[in-house]
Protein backbone atom coordinates (compact mmCIF):
# COMPACT_ATOMS: atom_id res chain seq x y z
CA UNK A 1 0.00 0.00 0.00
CA UNK A 2 1.43 3.55 -0.67
CA UNK A 3 -0.15 5.33 1.39
CA UNK A 4 1.67 5.86 5.20
CA UNK A 5 -0.53 4.16 7.35
CA UNK A 6 -0.20 7.31 10.22
CA UNK A 7 -2.84 9.37 8.09
CA UNK A 8 -6.58 9.54 9.53
CA UNK A 9 -8.22 7.75 6.97
CA UNK A 10 -10.55 10.09 4.47
CA UNK A 11 -13.83 7.44 5.17
CA UNK A 12 -15.04 4.97 7.47
CA UNK A 13 -18.01 2.70 7.20
CA UNK A 14 -18.27 1.04 10.74
CA UNK A 15 -21.21 -2.33 10.72
CA UNK A 16 -23.40 0.17 7.80
CA UNK A 17 -26.55 -1.84 7.30
CA UNK A 18 -29.19 -1.02 5.08
CA UNK A 19 -32.58 -3.09 5.81
CA UNK A 20 -35.31 -2.54 2.80
CA UNK A 21 -38.06 -4.23 4.79
CA UNK A 22 -37.31 -7.78 5.02
CA UNK A 23 -34.03 -7.69 2.90
CA UNK A 24 -31.27 -6.40 4.01
CA UNK A 25 -29.23 -5.68 0.88
CA UNK A 26 -25.82 -4.85 2.93
CA UNK A 27 -25.35 -6.16 6.18
CA UNK A 28 -22.36 -4.78 8.65
CA UNK A 29 -20.10 -3.43 5.84
CA UNK A 30 -16.67 -2.05 7.02
CA UNK A 31 -14.79 0.12 5.32
CA UNK A 32 -11.38 2.32 5.79
CA UNK A 33 -10.08 4.83 3.06
CA UNK A 34 -7.04 5.88 3.49
CA UNK A 35 -5.61 9.50 1.66
CA UNK A 36 -5.05 8.06 -2.19
CA UNK A 37 -6.22 4.71 -1.73
CA UNK A 38 -7.50 3.52 -4.49
CA UNK A 39 -9.34 0.53 -3.48
CA UNK A 40 -12.13 -1.90 -5.56
CA UNK A 41 -15.23 -3.39 -4.66
CA UNK A 42 -16.80 -6.10 -6.43
CA UNK A 43 -18.70 -8.78 -6.64
CA UNK A 44 -22.01 -10.15 -8.96
CA UNK A 45 -24.99 -8.54 -9.62
CA UNK A 46 -27.12 -7.50 -6.96
CA UNK A 47 -24.47 -8.21 -4.28
CA UNK A 48 -24.56 -4.45 -2.67
CA UNK A 49 -22.26 -2.91 -4.15
CA UNK A 50 -24.09 0.02 -5.35
CA UNK A 51 -26.08 0.05 -1.64
CA UNK A 52 -23.18 0.90 -0.04
CA UNK A 53 -22.71 3.85 -2.31
CA UNK A 54 -25.86 5.12 -1.59
CA UNK A 55 -25.42 4.26 2.01
CA UNK A 56 -21.80 6.15 2.21
CA UNK A 57 -23.18 8.85 0.13
CA UNK A 58 -26.60 9.67 1.97
CA UNK A 59 -28.76 8.67 -0.86
CA UNK A 60 -30.18 6.77 1.96
CA UNK A 61 -29.60 6.57 5.46
CA UNK A 62 -28.31 3.55 7.25
CA UNK A 63 -30.44 1.42 9.03
CA UNK A 64 -27.17 0.83 11.74
CA UNK A 65 -23.86 1.41 11.28
CA UNK A 66 -21.86 5.09 11.47
CA UNK A 67 -20.60 6.64 8.20
CA UNK A 68 -17.50 8.75 9.15
CA UNK A 69 -15.98 11.11 6.96
CA UNK A 70 -12.64 12.57 8.16
CA UNK A 71 -13.48 11.32 11.39
CA UNK A 72 -17.12 13.11 11.35
CA UNK A 73 -19.95 11.08 11.34
CA UNK A 74 -22.58 12.30 8.59
CA UNK A 75 -25.21 9.27 9.06
CA UNK A 76 -28.54 10.73 7.88
CA UNK A 77 -27.13 14.24 6.15
CA UNK A 78 -28.77 14.94 3.28
CA UNK A 79 -25.73 14.06 -0.08
CA UNK A 80 -25.67 17.81 -1.09
CA UNK A 81 -23.92 17.98 2.89
CA UNK A 82 -22.30 14.97 2.37
CA UNK A 83 -20.87 16.01 -1.14
CA UNK A 84 -19.71 19.40 0.89
CA UNK A 85 -17.58 17.36 3.30
CA UNK A 86 -15.85 15.64 0.70
CA UNK A 87 -17.29 12.70 -0.92
CA UNK A 88 -18.22 13.07 -4.83
CA UNK A 89 -19.47 9.98 -6.78
CA UNK A 90 -20.40 9.12 -10.17
CA UNK A 91 -23.47 7.24 -11.30
CA UNK A 92 -23.97 3.34 -13.05
CA UNK A 93 -26.29 4.59 -15.11
CA UNK A 94 -24.75 7.94 -16.46
CA UNK A 95 -26.85 10.72 -14.28
CA UNK A 96 -25.51 14.03 -16.44
CA UNK A 97 -27.96 17.05 -16.63
CA UNK A 98 -28.66 16.12 -20.23
CA UNK A 99 -29.59 19.58 -21.57
CA UNK A 100 -26.71 21.81 -20.23
CA UNK A 101 -23.30 21.89 -22.04
CA UNK A 102 -20.37 20.07 -20.93
CA UNK A 103 -19.13 23.34 -19.00
CA UNK A 104 -22.60 23.72 -17.19
CA UNK A 105 -21.95 20.22 -16.08
CA UNK A 106 -18.82 21.29 -14.16
CA UNK A 107 -19.81 24.57 -12.87
CA UNK A 108 -22.88 23.10 -11.50
CA UNK A 109 -20.61 20.95 -9.27
CA UNK A 110 -18.78 23.94 -8.56
CA UNK A 111 -21.95 25.75 -7.02
CA UNK A 112 -21.30 24.93 -3.55
CA UNK A 113 -17.33 26.59 -3.75
CA UNK A 114 -19.34 29.54 -4.27
CA UNK A 115 -18.41 33.18 -2.06
CA UNK A 116 -21.05 35.34 -2.97
CA UNK A 117 -24.64 34.76 -1.40
CA UNK A 118 -28.14 34.64 -3.33
CA UNK A 119 -29.00 38.22 -3.83
CA UNK A 120 -25.62 39.39 -5.26
CA UNK A 121 -26.43 37.41 -7.99
CA UNK A 122 -29.29 40.10 -9.15
CA UNK A 123 -27.34 42.88 -8.36
CA UNK A 124 -24.24 41.02 -9.97
CA UNK A 125 -21.87 42.53 -7.18
CA UNK A 126 -17.90 42.52 -7.68
CA UNK A 127 -18.42 39.12 -5.47
CA UNK A 128 -20.67 37.25 -7.61
CA UNK A 129 -18.71 38.29 -10.95
CA UNK A 130 -15.46 37.04 -9.24
CA UNK A 131 -17.37 33.89 -8.25
CA UNK A 132 -18.78 33.57 -11.54
CA UNK A 133 -15.01 34.23 -13.32
CA UNK A 134 -13.27 31.36 -11.06
CA UNK A 135 -16.27 28.85 -11.13
CA UNK A 136 -15.59 29.09 -14.85
CA UNK A 137 -12.32 29.04 -14.65
CA UNK A 138 -12.27 25.49 -12.53
CA UNK A 139 -14.65 24.35 -14.73
CA UNK A 140 -12.24 25.04 -18.04
CA UNK A 141 -9.85 23.23 -15.84
CA UNK A 142 -11.35 19.82 -15.01
CA UNK A 143 -12.36 19.86 -18.16
CA UNK A 144 -9.06 19.83 -19.58
CA UNK A 145 -8.04 17.30 -17.69
CA UNK A 146 -10.71 14.63 -18.49
CA UNK A 147 -9.56 15.40 -22.38
CA UNK A 148 -12.97 17.37 -23.00
CA UNK A 149 -11.82 20.93 -23.40
CA UNK A 150 -13.06 21.13 -27.30
CA UNK A 151 -16.31 19.55 -25.71
CA UNK A 152 -16.81 22.85 -23.65
CA UNK A 153 -19.85 24.16 -25.39
CA UNK A 154 -21.13 20.90 -26.42
CA UNK A 155 -24.80 19.56 -24.72
CA UNK A 156 -23.89 16.15 -22.83
CA UNK A 157 -26.83 14.32 -24.51
CA UNK A 158 -25.02 15.14 -27.57
CA UNK A 159 -21.43 13.68 -26.55
CA UNK A 160 -20.19 10.03 -27.33
CA UNK A 161 -20.64 7.69 -24.47
CA UNK A 162 -17.60 7.04 -23.39
CA UNK A 163 -16.91 11.20 -22.86
CA UNK A 164 -20.42 11.20 -21.29
CA UNK A 165 -18.38 8.85 -18.88
CA UNK A 166 -15.55 10.84 -18.45
CA UNK A 167 -18.01 14.00 -18.42
CA UNK A 168 -19.25 12.48 -15.17
CA UNK A 169 -16.14 12.10 -13.66
CA UNK A 170 -15.22 15.59 -14.46
CA UNK A 171 -18.11 16.88 -12.94
CA UNK A 172 -17.51 14.66 -9.65
CA UNK A 173 -13.65 15.99 -9.51
CA UNK A 174 -15.23 19.65 -9.44
CA UNK A 175 -17.06 18.77 -6.21
CA UNK A 176 -13.44 19.03 -4.97
CA UNK A 177 -13.36 15.56 -2.96
CA UNK A 178 -11.57 13.89 -0.95
CA UNK A 179 -12.83 10.78 -1.80
CA UNK A 180 -14.35 10.00 -5.25
CA UNK A 181 -16.74 7.25 -5.66
CA UNK A 182 -16.99 5.71 -8.96
CA UNK A 183 -19.90 3.19 -9.96
CA UNK A 184 -18.62 1.51 -13.15
CA UNK A 185 -17.16 4.04 -14.79
CA UNK A 186 -15.61 1.20 -17.10
CA UNK A 187 -19.44 -0.35 -18.46
CA UNK A 188 -20.08 -0.09 -21.52
CA UNK A 189 -16.52 0.10 -22.76
CA UNK A 190 -14.22 -2.02 -24.79
CA UNK A 191 -10.80 -3.79 -23.62
CA UNK A 192 -8.80 -0.79 -24.36
CA UNK A 193 -11.11 1.98 -23.88
CA UNK A 194 -11.20 0.28 -19.91
CA UNK A 195 -7.45 0.44 -19.87
CA UNK A 196 -6.79 4.16 -20.86
CA UNK A 197 -9.53 4.45 -18.44
CA UNK A 198 -8.05 2.75 -15.58
CA UNK A 199 -4.72 4.28 -16.35
CA UNK A 200 -6.59 7.52 -16.19
CA UNK A 201 -8.29 7.37 -13.26
CA UNK A 202 -4.64 5.91 -11.30
CA UNK A 203 -3.38 9.30 -12.60
CA UNK A 204 -6.52 11.79 -11.00
CA UNK A 205 -5.47 9.98 -7.93
CA UNK A 206 -1.87 11.09 -8.23
CA UNK A 207 -2.62 14.25 -9.25
CA UNK A 208 -5.10 15.14 -6.62
CA UNK A 209 -4.21 13.02 -4.24
CA UNK A 210 -7.68 11.55 -3.57
CA UNK A 211 -8.98 8.16 -2.35
CA UNK A 212 -10.82 6.34 -4.85
CA UNK A 213 -13.27 3.96 -4.15
CA UNK A 214 -14.61 2.01 -7.60
CA UNK A 215 -17.25 -0.35 -8.63
CA UNK A 216 -16.36 -2.51 -11.46
CA UNK A 217 -17.56 -5.41 -12.85
CA UNK A 218 -14.73 -6.77 -14.73
CA UNK A 219 -12.23 -8.55 -12.87
CA UNK A 220 -9.42 -8.43 -14.93
CA UNK A 221 -9.68 -4.37 -15.16
CA UNK A 222 -10.22 -3.88 -11.45
CA UNK A 223 -7.41 -6.20 -10.33
CA UNK A 224 -4.84 -4.57 -12.58
CA UNK A 225 -5.88 -1.07 -11.14
CA UNK A 226 -6.67 -1.72 -7.35
CA UNK A 227 -4.59 -1.97 -4.26
CA UNK A 228 -6.82 -3.64 -2.22
CA UNK A 229 -10.17 -5.33 -3.02
CA UNK A 230 -13.43 -5.74 -1.00
CA UNK A 231 -15.93 -8.42 -2.40
CA UNK A 232 -19.32 -8.34 -1.66
CA UNK A 233 -21.94 -11.16 -1.95
CA UNK A 234 -25.77 -10.66 -0.71
CA UNK A 235 -24.82 -7.57 1.31
CA UNK A 236 -22.22 -9.34 2.92
CA UNK A 237 -18.04 -8.96 2.26
CA UNK A 238 -17.54 -12.36 1.66
CA UNK A 239 -13.43 -10.94 1.12
CA UNK A 240 -11.02 -8.21 1.18
CA UNK A 241 -7.31 -7.82 0.84
CA UNK A 242 -4.94 -7.60 -2.05
CA UNK A 243 -5.87 -8.74 -5.28
CA UNK A 244 -3.76 -11.73 -5.56
CA UNK A 245 -5.28 -12.73 -2.15
CA UNK A 246 -8.97 -12.30 -3.16
CA UNK A 247 -8.23 -14.40 -6.12
CA UNK A 248 -7.81 -17.19 -4.77
CA UNK A 249 -10.20 -16.83 -2.53
CA UNK A 250 -12.44 -19.15 -3.26
CA UNK A 251 -15.42 -17.77 -1.29
CA UNK A 252 -14.78 -15.26 -4.51
CA UNK A 253 -14.31 -17.74 -7.03
CA UNK A 254 -17.94 -19.47 -5.98
CA UNK A 255 -19.56 -15.92 -5.66
CA UNK A 256 -18.62 -15.58 -9.05
CA UNK A 257 -18.77 -18.97 -10.67
CA UNK A 258 -20.86 -20.92 -8.89
CA UNK A 259 -20.15 -24.30 -7.04
CA UNK A 260 -20.09 -26.75 -9.83
CA UNK A 261 -17.36 -25.00 -11.14
CA UNK A 262 -15.45 -25.07 -7.87
CA UNK A 263 -16.33 -29.58 -7.73
CA UNK A 264 -14.78 -29.68 -11.40
CA UNK A 265 -11.81 -27.79 -10.69
CA UNK A 266 -11.85 -29.68 -7.18
CA UNK A 267 -11.11 -26.78 -4.75
CA UNK A 268 -13.29 -26.75 -1.64
CA UNK A 269 -15.08 -23.50 0.27
CA UNK A 270 -14.21 -23.49 3.74
CA UNK A 271 -16.99 -22.02 5.91
CA UNK A 272 -19.78 -23.27 3.65
CA UNK A 273 -22.64 -22.75 6.38
CA UNK A 274 -23.35 -19.66 5.06
CA UNK B 1 -14.80 53.80 -9.78
CA UNK B 2 -15.31 50.13 -9.81
CA UNK B 3 -18.34 50.14 -7.70
CA UNK B 4 -19.69 53.14 -9.77
CA UNK B 5 -19.72 51.45 -12.61
CA UNK B 6 -20.78 47.74 -11.40
CA UNK B 7 -24.00 50.73 -9.98
CA UNK B 8 -24.46 52.29 -13.31
CA UNK B 9 -24.39 48.79 -15.27
CA UNK B 10 -26.73 46.61 -12.69
CA UNK B 11 -29.31 49.27 -13.28
CA UNK B 12 -28.91 49.77 -17.39
CA UNK B 13 -31.15 47.99 -18.47
CA UNK B 14 -33.81 50.50 -16.15
CA UNK B 15 -32.24 53.65 -17.38
CA UNK B 16 -32.57 52.36 -21.19
CA UNK B 17 -35.96 51.36 -20.79
CA UNK B 18 -37.13 54.45 -19.26
CA UNK B 19 -37.30 56.91 -22.57
CA UNK B 20 -38.32 54.27 -24.46
CA UNK B 21 -41.73 54.35 -21.69
CA UNK B 22 -41.49 57.81 -21.82
CA UNK B 23 -41.60 58.36 -25.56
CA UNK B 24 -43.96 55.17 -26.08
CA UNK B 25 -46.73 56.97 -23.75
CA UNK B 26 -46.26 60.05 -25.66
CA UNK B 27 -47.08 58.84 -29.03
CA UNK B 28 -49.74 56.69 -28.72
CA UNK B 29 -51.27 59.98 -26.38
CA UNK B 30 -50.58 61.62 -29.76
CA UNK B 31 -52.56 59.38 -31.43
CA UNK B 32 -55.02 58.72 -29.19
CA UNK B 33 -54.68 54.78 -29.67
CA UNK B 34 -55.69 54.18 -25.95
CA UNK B 35 -57.52 50.74 -27.02
CA UNK B 36 -54.02 49.85 -28.03
CA UNK B 37 -52.09 51.00 -24.95
CA UNK B 38 -54.63 48.99 -22.89
CA UNK B 39 -53.65 45.76 -24.61
CA UNK B 40 -49.96 46.52 -24.49
CA UNK B 41 -50.30 47.17 -21.01
CA UNK B 42 -52.04 43.80 -20.45
CA UNK B 43 -49.22 42.12 -22.61
CA UNK B 44 -46.50 43.45 -20.39
CA UNK B 45 -48.25 41.94 -17.35
CA UNK B 46 -48.82 38.99 -19.32
CA UNK B 47 -45.20 39.37 -19.50
CA UNK B 48 -44.26 39.26 -15.83
CA UNK B 49 -46.20 36.39 -15.04
CA UNK B 50 -45.20 34.32 -17.95
CA UNK B 51 -41.42 34.87 -17.31
CA UNK B 52 -41.92 34.43 -13.52
CA UNK B 53 -43.54 31.76 -13.85
CA UNK B 54 -40.75 30.13 -16.31
CA UNK B 55 -38.05 30.25 -13.12
CA UNK B 56 -40.58 26.71 -11.21
CA UNK B 57 -42.02 25.42 -14.37
CA UNK B 58 -38.95 26.38 -16.81
CA UNK B 59 -36.04 26.56 -14.88
CA UNK B 60 -36.06 24.46 -12.17
CA UNK B 61 -38.94 21.53 -14.16
CA UNK B 62 -41.50 21.69 -11.04
CA UNK B 63 -45.27 22.20 -12.58
CA UNK B 64 -46.79 24.99 -10.47
CA UNK B 65 -50.91 25.72 -11.40
CA UNK B 66 -50.78 28.23 -8.06
CA UNK B 67 -49.50 30.94 -10.12
CA UNK B 68 -53.38 33.28 -10.03
CA UNK B 69 -53.21 32.70 -6.30
CA UNK B 70 -49.66 34.41 -5.74
CA UNK B 71 -51.16 37.22 -8.04
CA UNK B 72 -54.28 37.62 -5.27
CA UNK B 73 -51.92 37.91 -2.95
CA UNK B 74 -49.75 40.53 -4.29
CA UNK B 75 -53.34 42.03 -6.10
CA UNK B 76 -54.82 42.45 -2.77
CA UNK B 77 -52.36 43.63 -0.49
CA UNK B 78 -51.08 46.55 -2.74
CA UNK B 79 -55.10 47.81 -3.41
CA UNK B 80 -55.64 47.41 0.33
CA UNK B 81 -52.74 50.05 0.39
CA UNK B 82 -53.62 52.49 -2.17
CA UNK B 83 -57.06 52.32 -1.24
CA UNK B 84 -56.27 53.27 2.71
CA UNK B 85 -53.78 55.44 1.63
CA UNK B 86 -55.84 57.76 -0.79
CA UNK B 87 -55.65 61.19 -0.49
CA UNK B 88 -53.20 61.42 1.72
CA UNK B 89 -50.05 63.24 1.13
CA UNK B 90 -47.00 61.33 2.28
CA UNK B 91 -44.13 63.01 3.69
CA UNK B 92 -45.92 66.56 2.77
CA UNK B 93 -45.17 65.76 -0.90
CA UNK B 94 -47.28 67.13 -3.57
CA UNK B 95 -50.49 64.65 -4.22
CA UNK B 96 -48.93 63.54 -8.06
CA UNK B 97 -45.94 62.31 -6.46
CA UNK B 98 -47.30 61.24 -3.14
CA UNK B 99 -49.83 58.91 -5.16
CA UNK B 100 -46.38 57.31 -6.87
CA UNK B 101 -44.98 56.95 -3.85
CA UNK B 102 -47.49 55.21 -2.15
CA UNK B 103 -47.99 52.97 -5.18
CA UNK B 104 -44.49 51.90 -5.66
CA UNK B 105 -44.73 50.85 -1.73
CA UNK B 106 -47.89 49.10 -2.21
CA UNK B 107 -46.30 46.80 -4.94
CA UNK B 108 -43.05 46.54 -3.09
CA UNK B 109 -45.74 45.71 -0.18
CA UNK B 110 -47.92 43.02 -2.44
CA UNK B 111 -44.37 41.31 -3.60
CA UNK B 112 -43.81 41.19 -0.33
CA UNK B 113 -46.34 38.98 0.70
CA UNK B 114 -46.91 37.27 -2.70
CA UNK B 115 -43.31 35.96 -1.95
CA UNK B 116 -44.18 35.29 1.65
CA UNK B 117 -47.25 33.15 0.37
CA UNK B 118 -44.85 31.66 -1.87
CA UNK B 119 -42.50 30.32 0.89
CA UNK B 120 -45.61 28.28 2.53
CA UNK B 121 -46.71 26.40 -0.17
CA UNK B 122 -42.90 25.88 -1.46
CA UNK B 123 -42.14 24.26 2.18
CA UNK B 124 -44.92 21.59 1.91
CA UNK B 125 -44.92 20.84 -1.66
CA UNK B 126 -41.42 19.97 -1.93
CA UNK B 127 -41.63 16.69 -1.31
CA UNK B 128 -43.96 16.34 -4.24
CA UNK B 129 -42.95 16.25 -7.96
CA UNK B 130 -44.71 16.28 -11.13
CA UNK B 131 -48.65 15.61 -11.22
CA UNK B 132 -48.55 15.77 -7.50
CA UNK B 133 -47.17 19.49 -7.21
CA UNK B 134 -49.34 20.43 -9.73
CA UNK B 135 -52.43 19.53 -7.42
CA UNK B 136 -51.09 20.66 -4.44
CA UNK B 137 -50.82 24.59 -6.19
CA UNK B 138 -53.75 24.38 -7.97
CA UNK B 139 -55.70 23.61 -4.38
CA UNK B 140 -53.80 26.80 -2.83
CA UNK B 141 -55.08 28.48 -6.12
CA UNK B 142 -58.76 27.57 -4.81
CA UNK B 143 -57.82 28.33 -0.92
CA UNK B 144 -56.89 31.90 -1.88
CA UNK B 145 -59.80 32.28 -4.02
CA UNK B 146 -62.06 30.55 -0.95
CA UNK B 147 -60.92 32.47 1.33
CA UNK B 148 -61.30 36.20 0.05
CA UNK B 149 -64.70 35.32 -1.53
CA UNK B 150 -65.12 34.41 2.84
CA UNK B 151 -63.48 37.54 4.18
CA UNK B 152 -65.07 40.61 4.50
CA UNK B 153 -62.39 42.87 5.02
CA UNK B 154 -61.21 41.75 1.44
CA UNK B 155 -64.68 42.77 -0.08
CA UNK B 156 -65.66 39.08 -0.19
CA UNK B 157 -67.26 37.89 -4.04
CA UNK B 158 -67.35 41.55 -4.84
CA UNK B 159 -64.09 42.27 -3.97
CA UNK B 160 -62.55 45.90 -3.47
CA UNK B 161 -63.77 48.17 -5.86
CA UNK B 162 -63.47 52.24 -7.24
CA UNK B 163 -59.49 51.58 -6.80
CA UNK B 164 -57.64 54.52 -8.23
CA UNK B 165 -55.93 53.77 -11.73
CA UNK B 166 -52.19 53.80 -11.27
CA UNK B 167 -50.91 51.49 -13.49
CA UNK B 168 -49.36 53.23 -16.50
CA UNK B 169 -47.45 51.82 -19.16
CA UNK B 170 -44.14 53.39 -17.66
CA UNK B 171 -45.30 51.24 -15.12
CA UNK B 172 -46.27 48.05 -16.44
CA UNK B 173 -43.27 48.15 -18.63
CA UNK B 174 -40.61 48.53 -15.60
CA UNK B 175 -42.32 45.88 -14.02
CA UNK B 176 -41.24 43.70 -17.02
CA UNK B 177 -37.81 44.55 -17.32
CA UNK B 178 -37.34 44.47 -13.66
CA UNK B 179 -38.88 40.87 -14.47
CA UNK B 180 -37.02 39.96 -17.46
CA UNK B 181 -33.06 41.16 -15.47
CA UNK B 182 -34.07 38.78 -12.62
CA UNK B 183 -34.64 35.99 -15.31
CA UNK B 184 -31.20 36.80 -16.97
CA UNK B 185 -29.02 37.31 -13.99
CA UNK B 186 -30.55 34.20 -12.14
CA UNK B 187 -30.05 31.78 -15.26
CA UNK B 188 -26.77 33.67 -15.51
CA UNK B 189 -25.26 32.84 -12.65
CA UNK B 190 -24.45 29.73 -10.53
CA UNK B 191 -27.62 30.05 -8.52
CA UNK B 192 -29.55 29.60 -11.57
CA UNK B 193 -27.45 26.64 -12.64
CA UNK B 194 -28.07 25.15 -9.67
CA UNK B 195 -32.13 25.39 -10.81
CA UNK B 196 -31.61 23.67 -14.20
CA UNK B 197 -29.53 21.00 -12.46
CA UNK B 198 -32.57 19.75 -10.50
CA UNK B 199 -34.91 20.10 -13.70
CA UNK B 200 -31.92 18.28 -15.03
CA UNK B 201 -31.85 15.27 -12.96
CA UNK B 202 -32.83 16.30 -8.97
CA UNK B 203 -30.54 13.40 -7.56
CA UNK B 204 -27.67 13.99 -9.52
CA UNK B 205 -27.93 17.82 -8.43
CA UNK B 206 -28.50 17.03 -4.78
CA UNK B 207 -24.38 14.61 -5.21
CA UNK B 208 -22.86 17.38 -6.73
CA UNK B 209 -23.51 19.47 -3.75
CA UNK B 210 -26.91 21.45 -4.55
CA UNK B 211 -29.25 21.85 -1.45
CA UNK B 212 -32.25 21.06 -3.85
CA UNK B 213 -34.57 21.88 -1.15
CA UNK B 214 -33.42 25.41 -0.62
CA UNK B 215 -33.30 26.38 -4.09
CA UNK B 216 -36.87 24.95 -5.12
CA UNK B 217 -38.23 26.77 -2.08
CA UNK B 218 -35.95 30.29 -3.53
CA UNK B 219 -37.63 29.62 -6.77
CA UNK B 220 -40.98 29.53 -5.66
CA UNK B 221 -40.65 32.62 -3.39
CA UNK B 222 -39.22 34.33 -6.21
CA UNK B 223 -41.29 33.64 -9.13
CA UNK B 224 -44.53 34.18 -5.94
CA UNK B 225 -43.04 37.69 -5.90
CA UNK B 226 -43.16 38.80 -9.21
CA UNK B 227 -46.59 37.30 -9.49
CA UNK B 228 -47.72 39.50 -6.95
CA UNK B 229 -46.49 42.36 -8.80
CA UNK B 230 -48.24 41.23 -11.64
CA UNK B 231 -51.36 40.97 -9.31
CA UNK B 232 -50.97 44.99 -8.15
CA UNK B 233 -50.31 46.41 -11.83
CA UNK B 234 -53.21 44.12 -13.12
CA UNK B 235 -55.74 45.72 -10.26
CA UNK B 236 -54.93 49.48 -10.58
CA UNK B 237 -54.97 49.05 -14.25
CA UNK B 238 -58.68 47.55 -14.19
CA UNK B 239 -59.48 49.21 -10.58
CA UNK B 240 -61.19 46.97 -9.42
CA UNK B 241 -59.99 43.76 -7.30
CA UNK B 242 -62.63 40.66 -7.39
CA UNK B 243 -61.50 36.89 -6.57
CA UNK B 244 -63.17 36.45 -10.21
CA UNK B 245 -59.80 37.95 -11.85
CA UNK B 246 -57.77 34.94 -10.22
CA UNK B 247 -59.25 32.19 -10.63
CA UNK B 248 -57.30 28.79 -11.50
CA UNK B 249 -58.35 29.37 -15.24
CA UNK B 250 -56.13 32.44 -15.75
CA UNK B 251 -53.00 30.20 -13.68
CA UNK B 252 -53.49 27.51 -16.71
CA UNK B 253 -53.61 30.65 -19.14
CA UNK B 254 -49.87 31.64 -17.78
CA UNK B 255 -48.91 28.34 -18.35
CA UNK B 256 -49.93 27.92 -21.47
CA UNK B 257 -47.98 31.17 -22.35
CA UNK B 258 -44.91 29.15 -20.60
CA UNK B 259 -45.51 25.82 -22.18
CA UNK B 260 -45.80 27.56 -25.53
CA UNK B 261 -42.99 30.06 -25.77
CA UNK B 262 -40.44 27.07 -24.61
CA UNK B 263 -40.52 26.00 -21.04
CA UNK B 264 -37.67 27.52 -19.96
CA UNK B 265 -36.84 30.03 -22.73
CA UNK B 266 -37.28 33.62 -21.49
CA UNK B 267 -37.64 35.00 -25.18
CA UNK B 268 -40.02 32.62 -25.73
CA UNK B 269 -42.23 33.60 -22.42
CA UNK B 270 -42.21 37.00 -23.86
CA UNK B 271 -43.04 36.14 -26.97
CA UNK B 272 -46.18 34.05 -25.98
CA UNK B 273 -47.21 36.27 -23.70
CA UNK B 274 -47.28 39.05 -26.82
CA UNK B 275 -48.59 36.91 -29.19
CA UNK B 276 -51.68 35.81 -27.02
CA UNK B 277 -52.86 38.63 -25.79
CA UNK B 278 -52.67 40.40 -29.48
CA UNK B 279 -53.99 37.00 -30.76
CA UNK B 280 -57.10 37.49 -28.53
CA UNK B 281 -57.96 40.25 -29.13
CA UNK B 282 -57.33 40.18 -33.29
CA UNK B 283 -60.00 37.32 -33.19
CA UNK B 284 -62.18 39.70 -31.49
CA UNK B 285 -63.44 40.10 -35.20
CA UNK B 286 -64.67 36.47 -35.54
CA UNK B 287 -67.09 37.18 -32.79
CA UNK B 288 -68.42 33.62 -31.24
CA UNK B 289 -65.96 31.67 -32.81
CA UNK B 290 -63.06 33.67 -31.09
CA UNK B 291 -62.40 30.75 -28.93
CA UNK B 292 -62.85 28.15 -30.59
CA UNK B 293 -60.06 29.84 -33.66
CA UNK B 294 -58.08 30.39 -29.84
CA UNK B 295 -57.77 26.86 -29.37
CA UNK B 296 -57.06 25.72 -32.96
CA UNK B 297 -54.62 27.86 -32.97
CA UNK B 298 -52.99 26.48 -29.54
CA UNK B 299 -53.25 22.97 -30.93
CA UNK B 300 -51.91 23.39 -34.01
CA UNK B 301 -48.86 25.18 -32.29
CA UNK B 302 -48.48 22.33 -30.23
CA UNK B 303 -48.59 19.87 -33.05
CA UNK B 304 -45.49 21.71 -34.79
CA UNK B 305 -43.72 22.75 -32.45
CA UNK B 306 -44.51 20.23 -29.17
CA UNK B 307 -41.27 22.02 -27.06
CA UNK B 308 -42.48 25.85 -27.61
CA UNK B 309 -41.49 28.03 -29.97
CA UNK B 310 -37.96 28.83 -29.00
CA UNK B 311 -37.64 24.89 -26.95
CA UNK B 312 -35.11 26.16 -24.40
CA UNK B 313 -33.15 28.17 -26.41
CA UNK B 314 -33.21 32.56 -25.98
CA UNK B 315 -33.45 35.02 -29.12
CA UNK B 316 -29.34 35.31 -28.05
CA UNK B 317 -28.80 32.32 -28.79
CA UNK B 318 -29.63 32.53 -32.56
CA UNK B 319 -27.33 35.96 -32.95
CA UNK B 320 -23.59 33.98 -33.58
CA UNK B 321 -21.94 37.52 -33.13
CA UNK B 322 -23.40 38.21 -29.76
CA UNK B 323 -23.00 35.05 -28.77
CA UNK B 324 -19.69 34.99 -29.96
CA UNK B 325 -19.14 38.32 -27.38
CA UNK B 326 -20.81 36.38 -24.86
CA UNK B 327 -18.22 33.74 -25.10
CA UNK B 328 -15.29 36.04 -25.24
CA UNK B 329 -16.73 37.87 -22.17
CA UNK B 330 -17.33 34.31 -20.17
CA UNK B 331 -13.74 33.20 -20.66
CA UNK B 332 -11.72 36.38 -19.83
Given at each position: ?29 ELDLRP ?196 LDHGII ?37 | ?132 LAIVTL ?194
Amino acid sequence: MSAPVSENPVLEARKVTMQFGGLKALSEFELDLRPRELVGMIGPNGAGKTTAFNAITGVYAPTSGDVLVSGERVNGQRPYAICKKGIARTFQNIRLFKDLTAIDNVRVACHHRRQAGFTAAFIRSAASLADERSITRRAEEYLAVMGLADRRDELARNLPYGEQRRLEIARALATGPKLLCLDEPAAGMNASEKVSLLELIRKIRDDFGLAILIIEHDMRVVMGVSERLVVLDHGIIISRGTPEKVRKDPKVIEAYLGDAYLAEKHISVPGEGA
Amino acid sequence: MGHLKLVFRSLLPFLLALPVLWAATAVLAHFEMWSFQYILMMAFIDVILAVSLNVVNGFTGQFSLGHAGFMAVGAYTAAKITVAMRGMDVLGLPPGVSDQVVFSAALVAGMLTAAGAGFLVGMPSLRLRGDYLAIVTLGFNEIIRVVIENTPFLGQATGISGLPRRTTLVWVGMGAVATLVMARRLVGSTHGRALLAIREDEVAAEAMGVDTTGYKVRAFVISAAFAGLAGGLLVHLIQLCTPRSFTFVKSIEVVVMVVLGGLGSVTGSVIAAFVLRFGVEALREAQQYRMVLYSMLLIVLMLTRPTGLFGTREIWDLLPRLRRRRAEGGAQ
